[in-house]
């Protein structure tokens, strides 16, 4: 007998000690461990709580027998085998146990052979018994329905899941008649099953709801009798949901690779090295390829420039790591080498272990950029123009009115510099007192109608600057803007005051010359008149006498009518000079002496001073002629009775002077520059002048007309001194 | 029956010479160069009925003659009559404003001028 010891233990119930020594060292001897009680309540408290590989159990025992702990046993499935032992009469007792599940029984005294051999037995059988009972179990609640057949069809064994899955398939069926709702599967598989052969597939049947159910089946004849297989093992299970969630997936795929496909913009994938994997129907238009050179290994990077792949590669690795969408403007090259502007979305595509290739989208953006650089030259075209015109514009925020924009003129216009402009609010461009009503009138701009208003501005420095501004309002998203155009219009109000002041001049010689003119006429008119109605009552001095008033004021009036005409041919420039050699001493001593008369008449001493030895004069003689007797005349004018006039000729290489130096009343110094103004007298109180007012304009003119000059030196009552410069004509001028 | 005595200021000779021919078949005239001499003239005497004004004059022109005359108790009820070569309506308001009782823009007729100054004396 083996003397090995191992796990096995074997529990002996037995009231008598006596028997329960003898058993427990043939047990021990035979290998096993023994574990005793004396009673049948010990034997089924200890049962509850540990396990046995065996049991020896006597029928007599006090208290429960070990018919009672037998039916405990039986009663709690125990599997475990059960040696009755009993005395040689109790042969229907043991009967009755094995009945009731009992292993085997013994009699007393315990052969320890039969021992040996029956805990064998019992242990072999009990091992084949529990094998079976698993496999059972296994097949009775495996989650895959099994049913077996016999060779026509029919079936002998069908396990749990057999019916959950064909009750679902085909609740109506009478599985083991083999009748199915549906006439095609059940033949199918009856069909497969009785054929003999392994088979292997799926089927499709409707349900009760009228959907599609789907199952795999294995199908392999069994035999149980040699070769000969007597009948068929099918494995059936449930793939319904399998099928719908394979065929979502697909009909999934398949609308994204159709989405994909509408795209205009090529999109693709690569696997984890970069090789294109993917592309839809447009990546192949636009790029040229075929989709046997991506199959045959096309790399992402052969469409980037060579500059670009290192960023390229830069840009993967980041997402890579992030994991996040991005996108970069790149040049893309097509296979005939052409090449595109276009962004590059990419990402990552993941899975369980890790990165495995890229996918992304490729967007043309060609007309964007031409678009981007014709708004771009647009802008410059306008920004230009905006700079270059030649008013000063400003640009401001409406609501706020602070300066948002300005050209250059406005910079140079205003005098600021371009963050001292951006502070600025409209109305700091106006001086102190207009700001209000500039402010006022900002607000009061309307979208529709520019203005257009003259005003004054000031510039960072003080200045201030007559301005014709126009302005108005415009929107551009959502903001209203005021744009302003200053134009300086300080020439233009300078020559407006011009043209006022000549307006006002002309009227004034108007008046002037009216006025001068009414005079001697009233004396012409009276005293003609008084002799027409006289003449036989006037004696003869008397005649003579109004006679000789009557011509004098004819040579006055005609005088005054040569001086207004002269003037007037000299201001609209219609005077011509003739001009030829003459000598001035001859002319003016001329002058001189026919002036001399008068002098004597009004009691002044003129004198002629110098002279100038054959100097010669390239002039109009009788231009000469009236501006000496235009300045000599208005020196005796202004010289009172009893004084004199000096007249004086000198010279120098290439001019002569004339000198006239009275000694009457003088000139304040504020009017010296006005006595060539036309009709300009200075005031005073005691001397009565009479004159046309134009004989010095007329003379500065004609001197200026022959590139002389002509200047005045007085002091108040120290007299005058005119000083005439007229050029010589040189010698290399002579003929 | 006592002739008018009347007093001319004017700074052209001529004039003076015109006028006091003309007004001298009725009245007695008594004539003055400028503002100066004319009112050397009154304060050495002379009364005269009526007083005719130049008014552009060099030195005191008439219309400042005018309001010393008018301003002095002595000769303010001497009617005063201004004569112009200027034929503006602010001078002749002006005139009139200071005291003047007729203003007369030249040219105009020696006979009618006679007549009025007869007139104004009645």
């Known amino acids: ?459 960072g420095h003080g200045l201030r600057i007559d301005v014709h501004l126009t302005s108005a309002m415009f929107m551009t998203e959502g903001t209203l803007w005021f744009v302003g155009i200053f134009r300086d219009i300080t020439e233009q109000k300078r020559s407006e005051r011009l043209v006022r002041e000549n307006i006002r001049m002309k009227n004034d010689f108007i008046s002037t010359v009216s006025h001068e003119l009414r005079t001697p006429l009233f004396s012409i008119l009276g005293f003609t008149g008084t002799l027409l109605r006289e003449q036989d009552e006037l004696d003869r001095v008397t005649r003579m006498e109004f006679l000789s008033i009557i011509h004098d004021e004819s040579k006055r009036l005609s005088s005054l009518i040569e001086d207004v005409l002269m003037i007037s041919r000299i201001d609209s420039g219609r005077v011509s000079y003739k001009k030829s050699e003459i000598d001035p001493s001859v002319t003016i001593s001329e002058v001189c002496r026919n002036l001399k008369i008068r002098a004597d008449e009004l009691k002044i001493e003129l004198h002629l001073k110098g002279h100038v030895p054959s100097k010669h004069l390239h002039a109009d003689p009788d231009a000469l002629k009236q501006v000496a007797i235009n300045i000599i005349g208005n020196a005796l004018k202004f010289t009172p009775s009893g004084g004199r006039v000096d007249v004086s000729l000198s010279c120098d290489e290439d001019s002569m002077y004339f000198s006239v130096k009275d000694n009457g009343p003088g000139i304040p110094e504020e009017d010296l520059e006005k006595v060539f103004e036309k009709f300009y007298r200075v005031e005073h109180a005691e001397t009565a002048v009479d004159g046309t007012g134009l004989g010095l304009s007329i003379a500065r003119e004609i001197i200026e007309a022959h590139g002389g000059t002509v200047t005045v030196k007085s002091r108040v009552s120290e007299g005058a001194e005119f000083l005439v410069r007229l050029p010589l004509l040189r010698q290399s001028d002579n003929p | 029956m006592k002739r008018h005595v009347i007093l001319i200021v004017d700074d052209s000779a001529n004039i003076r010479r015109l006028l006091a021919h003309n007004l001298g078949r009725k009245f007695t005239v008594l004539t003055a160069g400028d503002a100066a001499a004319a009112l050397e003239m009154l304060d050495s005497g002379e009364k005269p009925d009526l007083i005719v004004v130049d008014i552009s004059m060099p030195g005191m022109d008439g219309f400042s003659l005018t309001s010393l005359i008018k301003g002095n108790p002595d000769y303010c009820a001497v009617p005063l009559v201004m004569l112009t070569a200027k034929d503006s309506s602010e001078d002749r308001e002006k005139g009139l404003q200071l005291g003047a009782v007729d203003y007369i823009t030249k040219p105009f007729n020696l006979e009618e001028f006679a007549d009025r100054i007869g007139m104004l004396l009645q």
């Open chain 1, 1 to 459: 007998m083996p003397k090995k010891r191992d796990g096995t233990t074997v529990l002996i119930a037995d009231d008598s000690a006596l028997v329960r020594q003898e058993i427990s060292m043939i047990v021990s001897h035979l290998g096993y461990r023994p574990v005793m009680v004396s009673e049948g309540d010990e034997a089924i408290a200890l049962l509850r709580t540990s396990s046995f590989n065996a049991m020896l159990l006597d029928v007599h025992m006090p208290g429960k027998s070990g018919m009672d702990v037998l039916r405990y046993l039986m009663e709690s499935n125990d599997v475990m085998p059960v040696i009755m032992i009993s005395g040689s009469g109790d042969i229907d007792l043991v009967v009755q146990c094995i009945k009731m599940g009992a292993y085997d029984y013994l009699t007393k005294p315990v052969d320890s052979n039969r021992l040996a051999v029956v805990l064998k037995n019992a242990f072999s059988e009990c091992a084949l018994r529990q094998q079976v009972r698993l496999l059972s179990a296994a097949v009775d609640q495996s989650p895959v329905a099994v049913v077996i057949t016999d060779a026509d069809g029919n079936v002998e064994y069908a396990n749990r899941s057999f019916s959950s899955v064909f009750g679902a398939l085909a609740p109506d069926a009478d599985m083991a008649s083999g009748r199915c709702d549906s006439a095609e599967l059940p033949s199918n598989i009856r069909k497969a099953m009785v054929a003999g052969k392994v088979w292997q597939g799926d089927f499709c049947n409707r349900n009760s709801v009228g959907g599609h159910c789907w199952a795999h089946a294995i199908i392999s004849p069994v035999g149980n009798k040699g070769r000969i297989s007597s009948h068929v093992l099918a494995l059936i299970q449930d793939i319904t949901d399998v099928r719908k969630n394979k065929e979502a997936l697909l009909r999934s795929m398949r609308r994204f690779r159709d989405l994909a496909d509408l795209l205009p913009q090529p999109v693709f994938e690569t696997d984890r090295k970069g090789f294109i994997t993917y592309s839809n129907r447009a990546g192949f238009v636009t790029f040229g390829y075929s989709r046997e050179e991506m199959k045959k290994g096309l790399h992402a990077l052969a469409f980037f420039d060579q500059g670009d792949r290192a960023r390229v590669l830069r840009g993967l690795n980041a997402k890579k790591i992030t994991g996040r969408l991005g996108s970069h403007e790149f040049r893309v090259f097509k296979r005939d080498g052409s090449c595109f502007p276009a962004l590059v979305y990419a990402a990552p595509i993941s899975d369980r272990i890790g990165v495995s290739g890229f996918r992304g989208i490729v967007v043309d953006i060609t007309e964007l950029k031409e678009a981007e650089q014709k708004l771009d030259e647009n802008r410059k075209k306008y920004l230009n123009l905006f700079r270059a015109i030649p008013d000063a514009i400003i640009v401001a925020d409406a609501e706020s009115g602070t300066l948002v924009e300005w050209n250059t003129r406005a910079e140079r216009f205003f005098d600021y510099s371009p963050e001292d402009l951006s502070r600025l609010h409209v109305r700091d461009l106006y001086p102190e007192e207009l700001r209000e009503e500039a402010a006022a009138s900002f607000i009061s701009e309307s979208l529709s109608q520019p203005r257009m208003l003259e005003t004054q501005i000031v510039t």
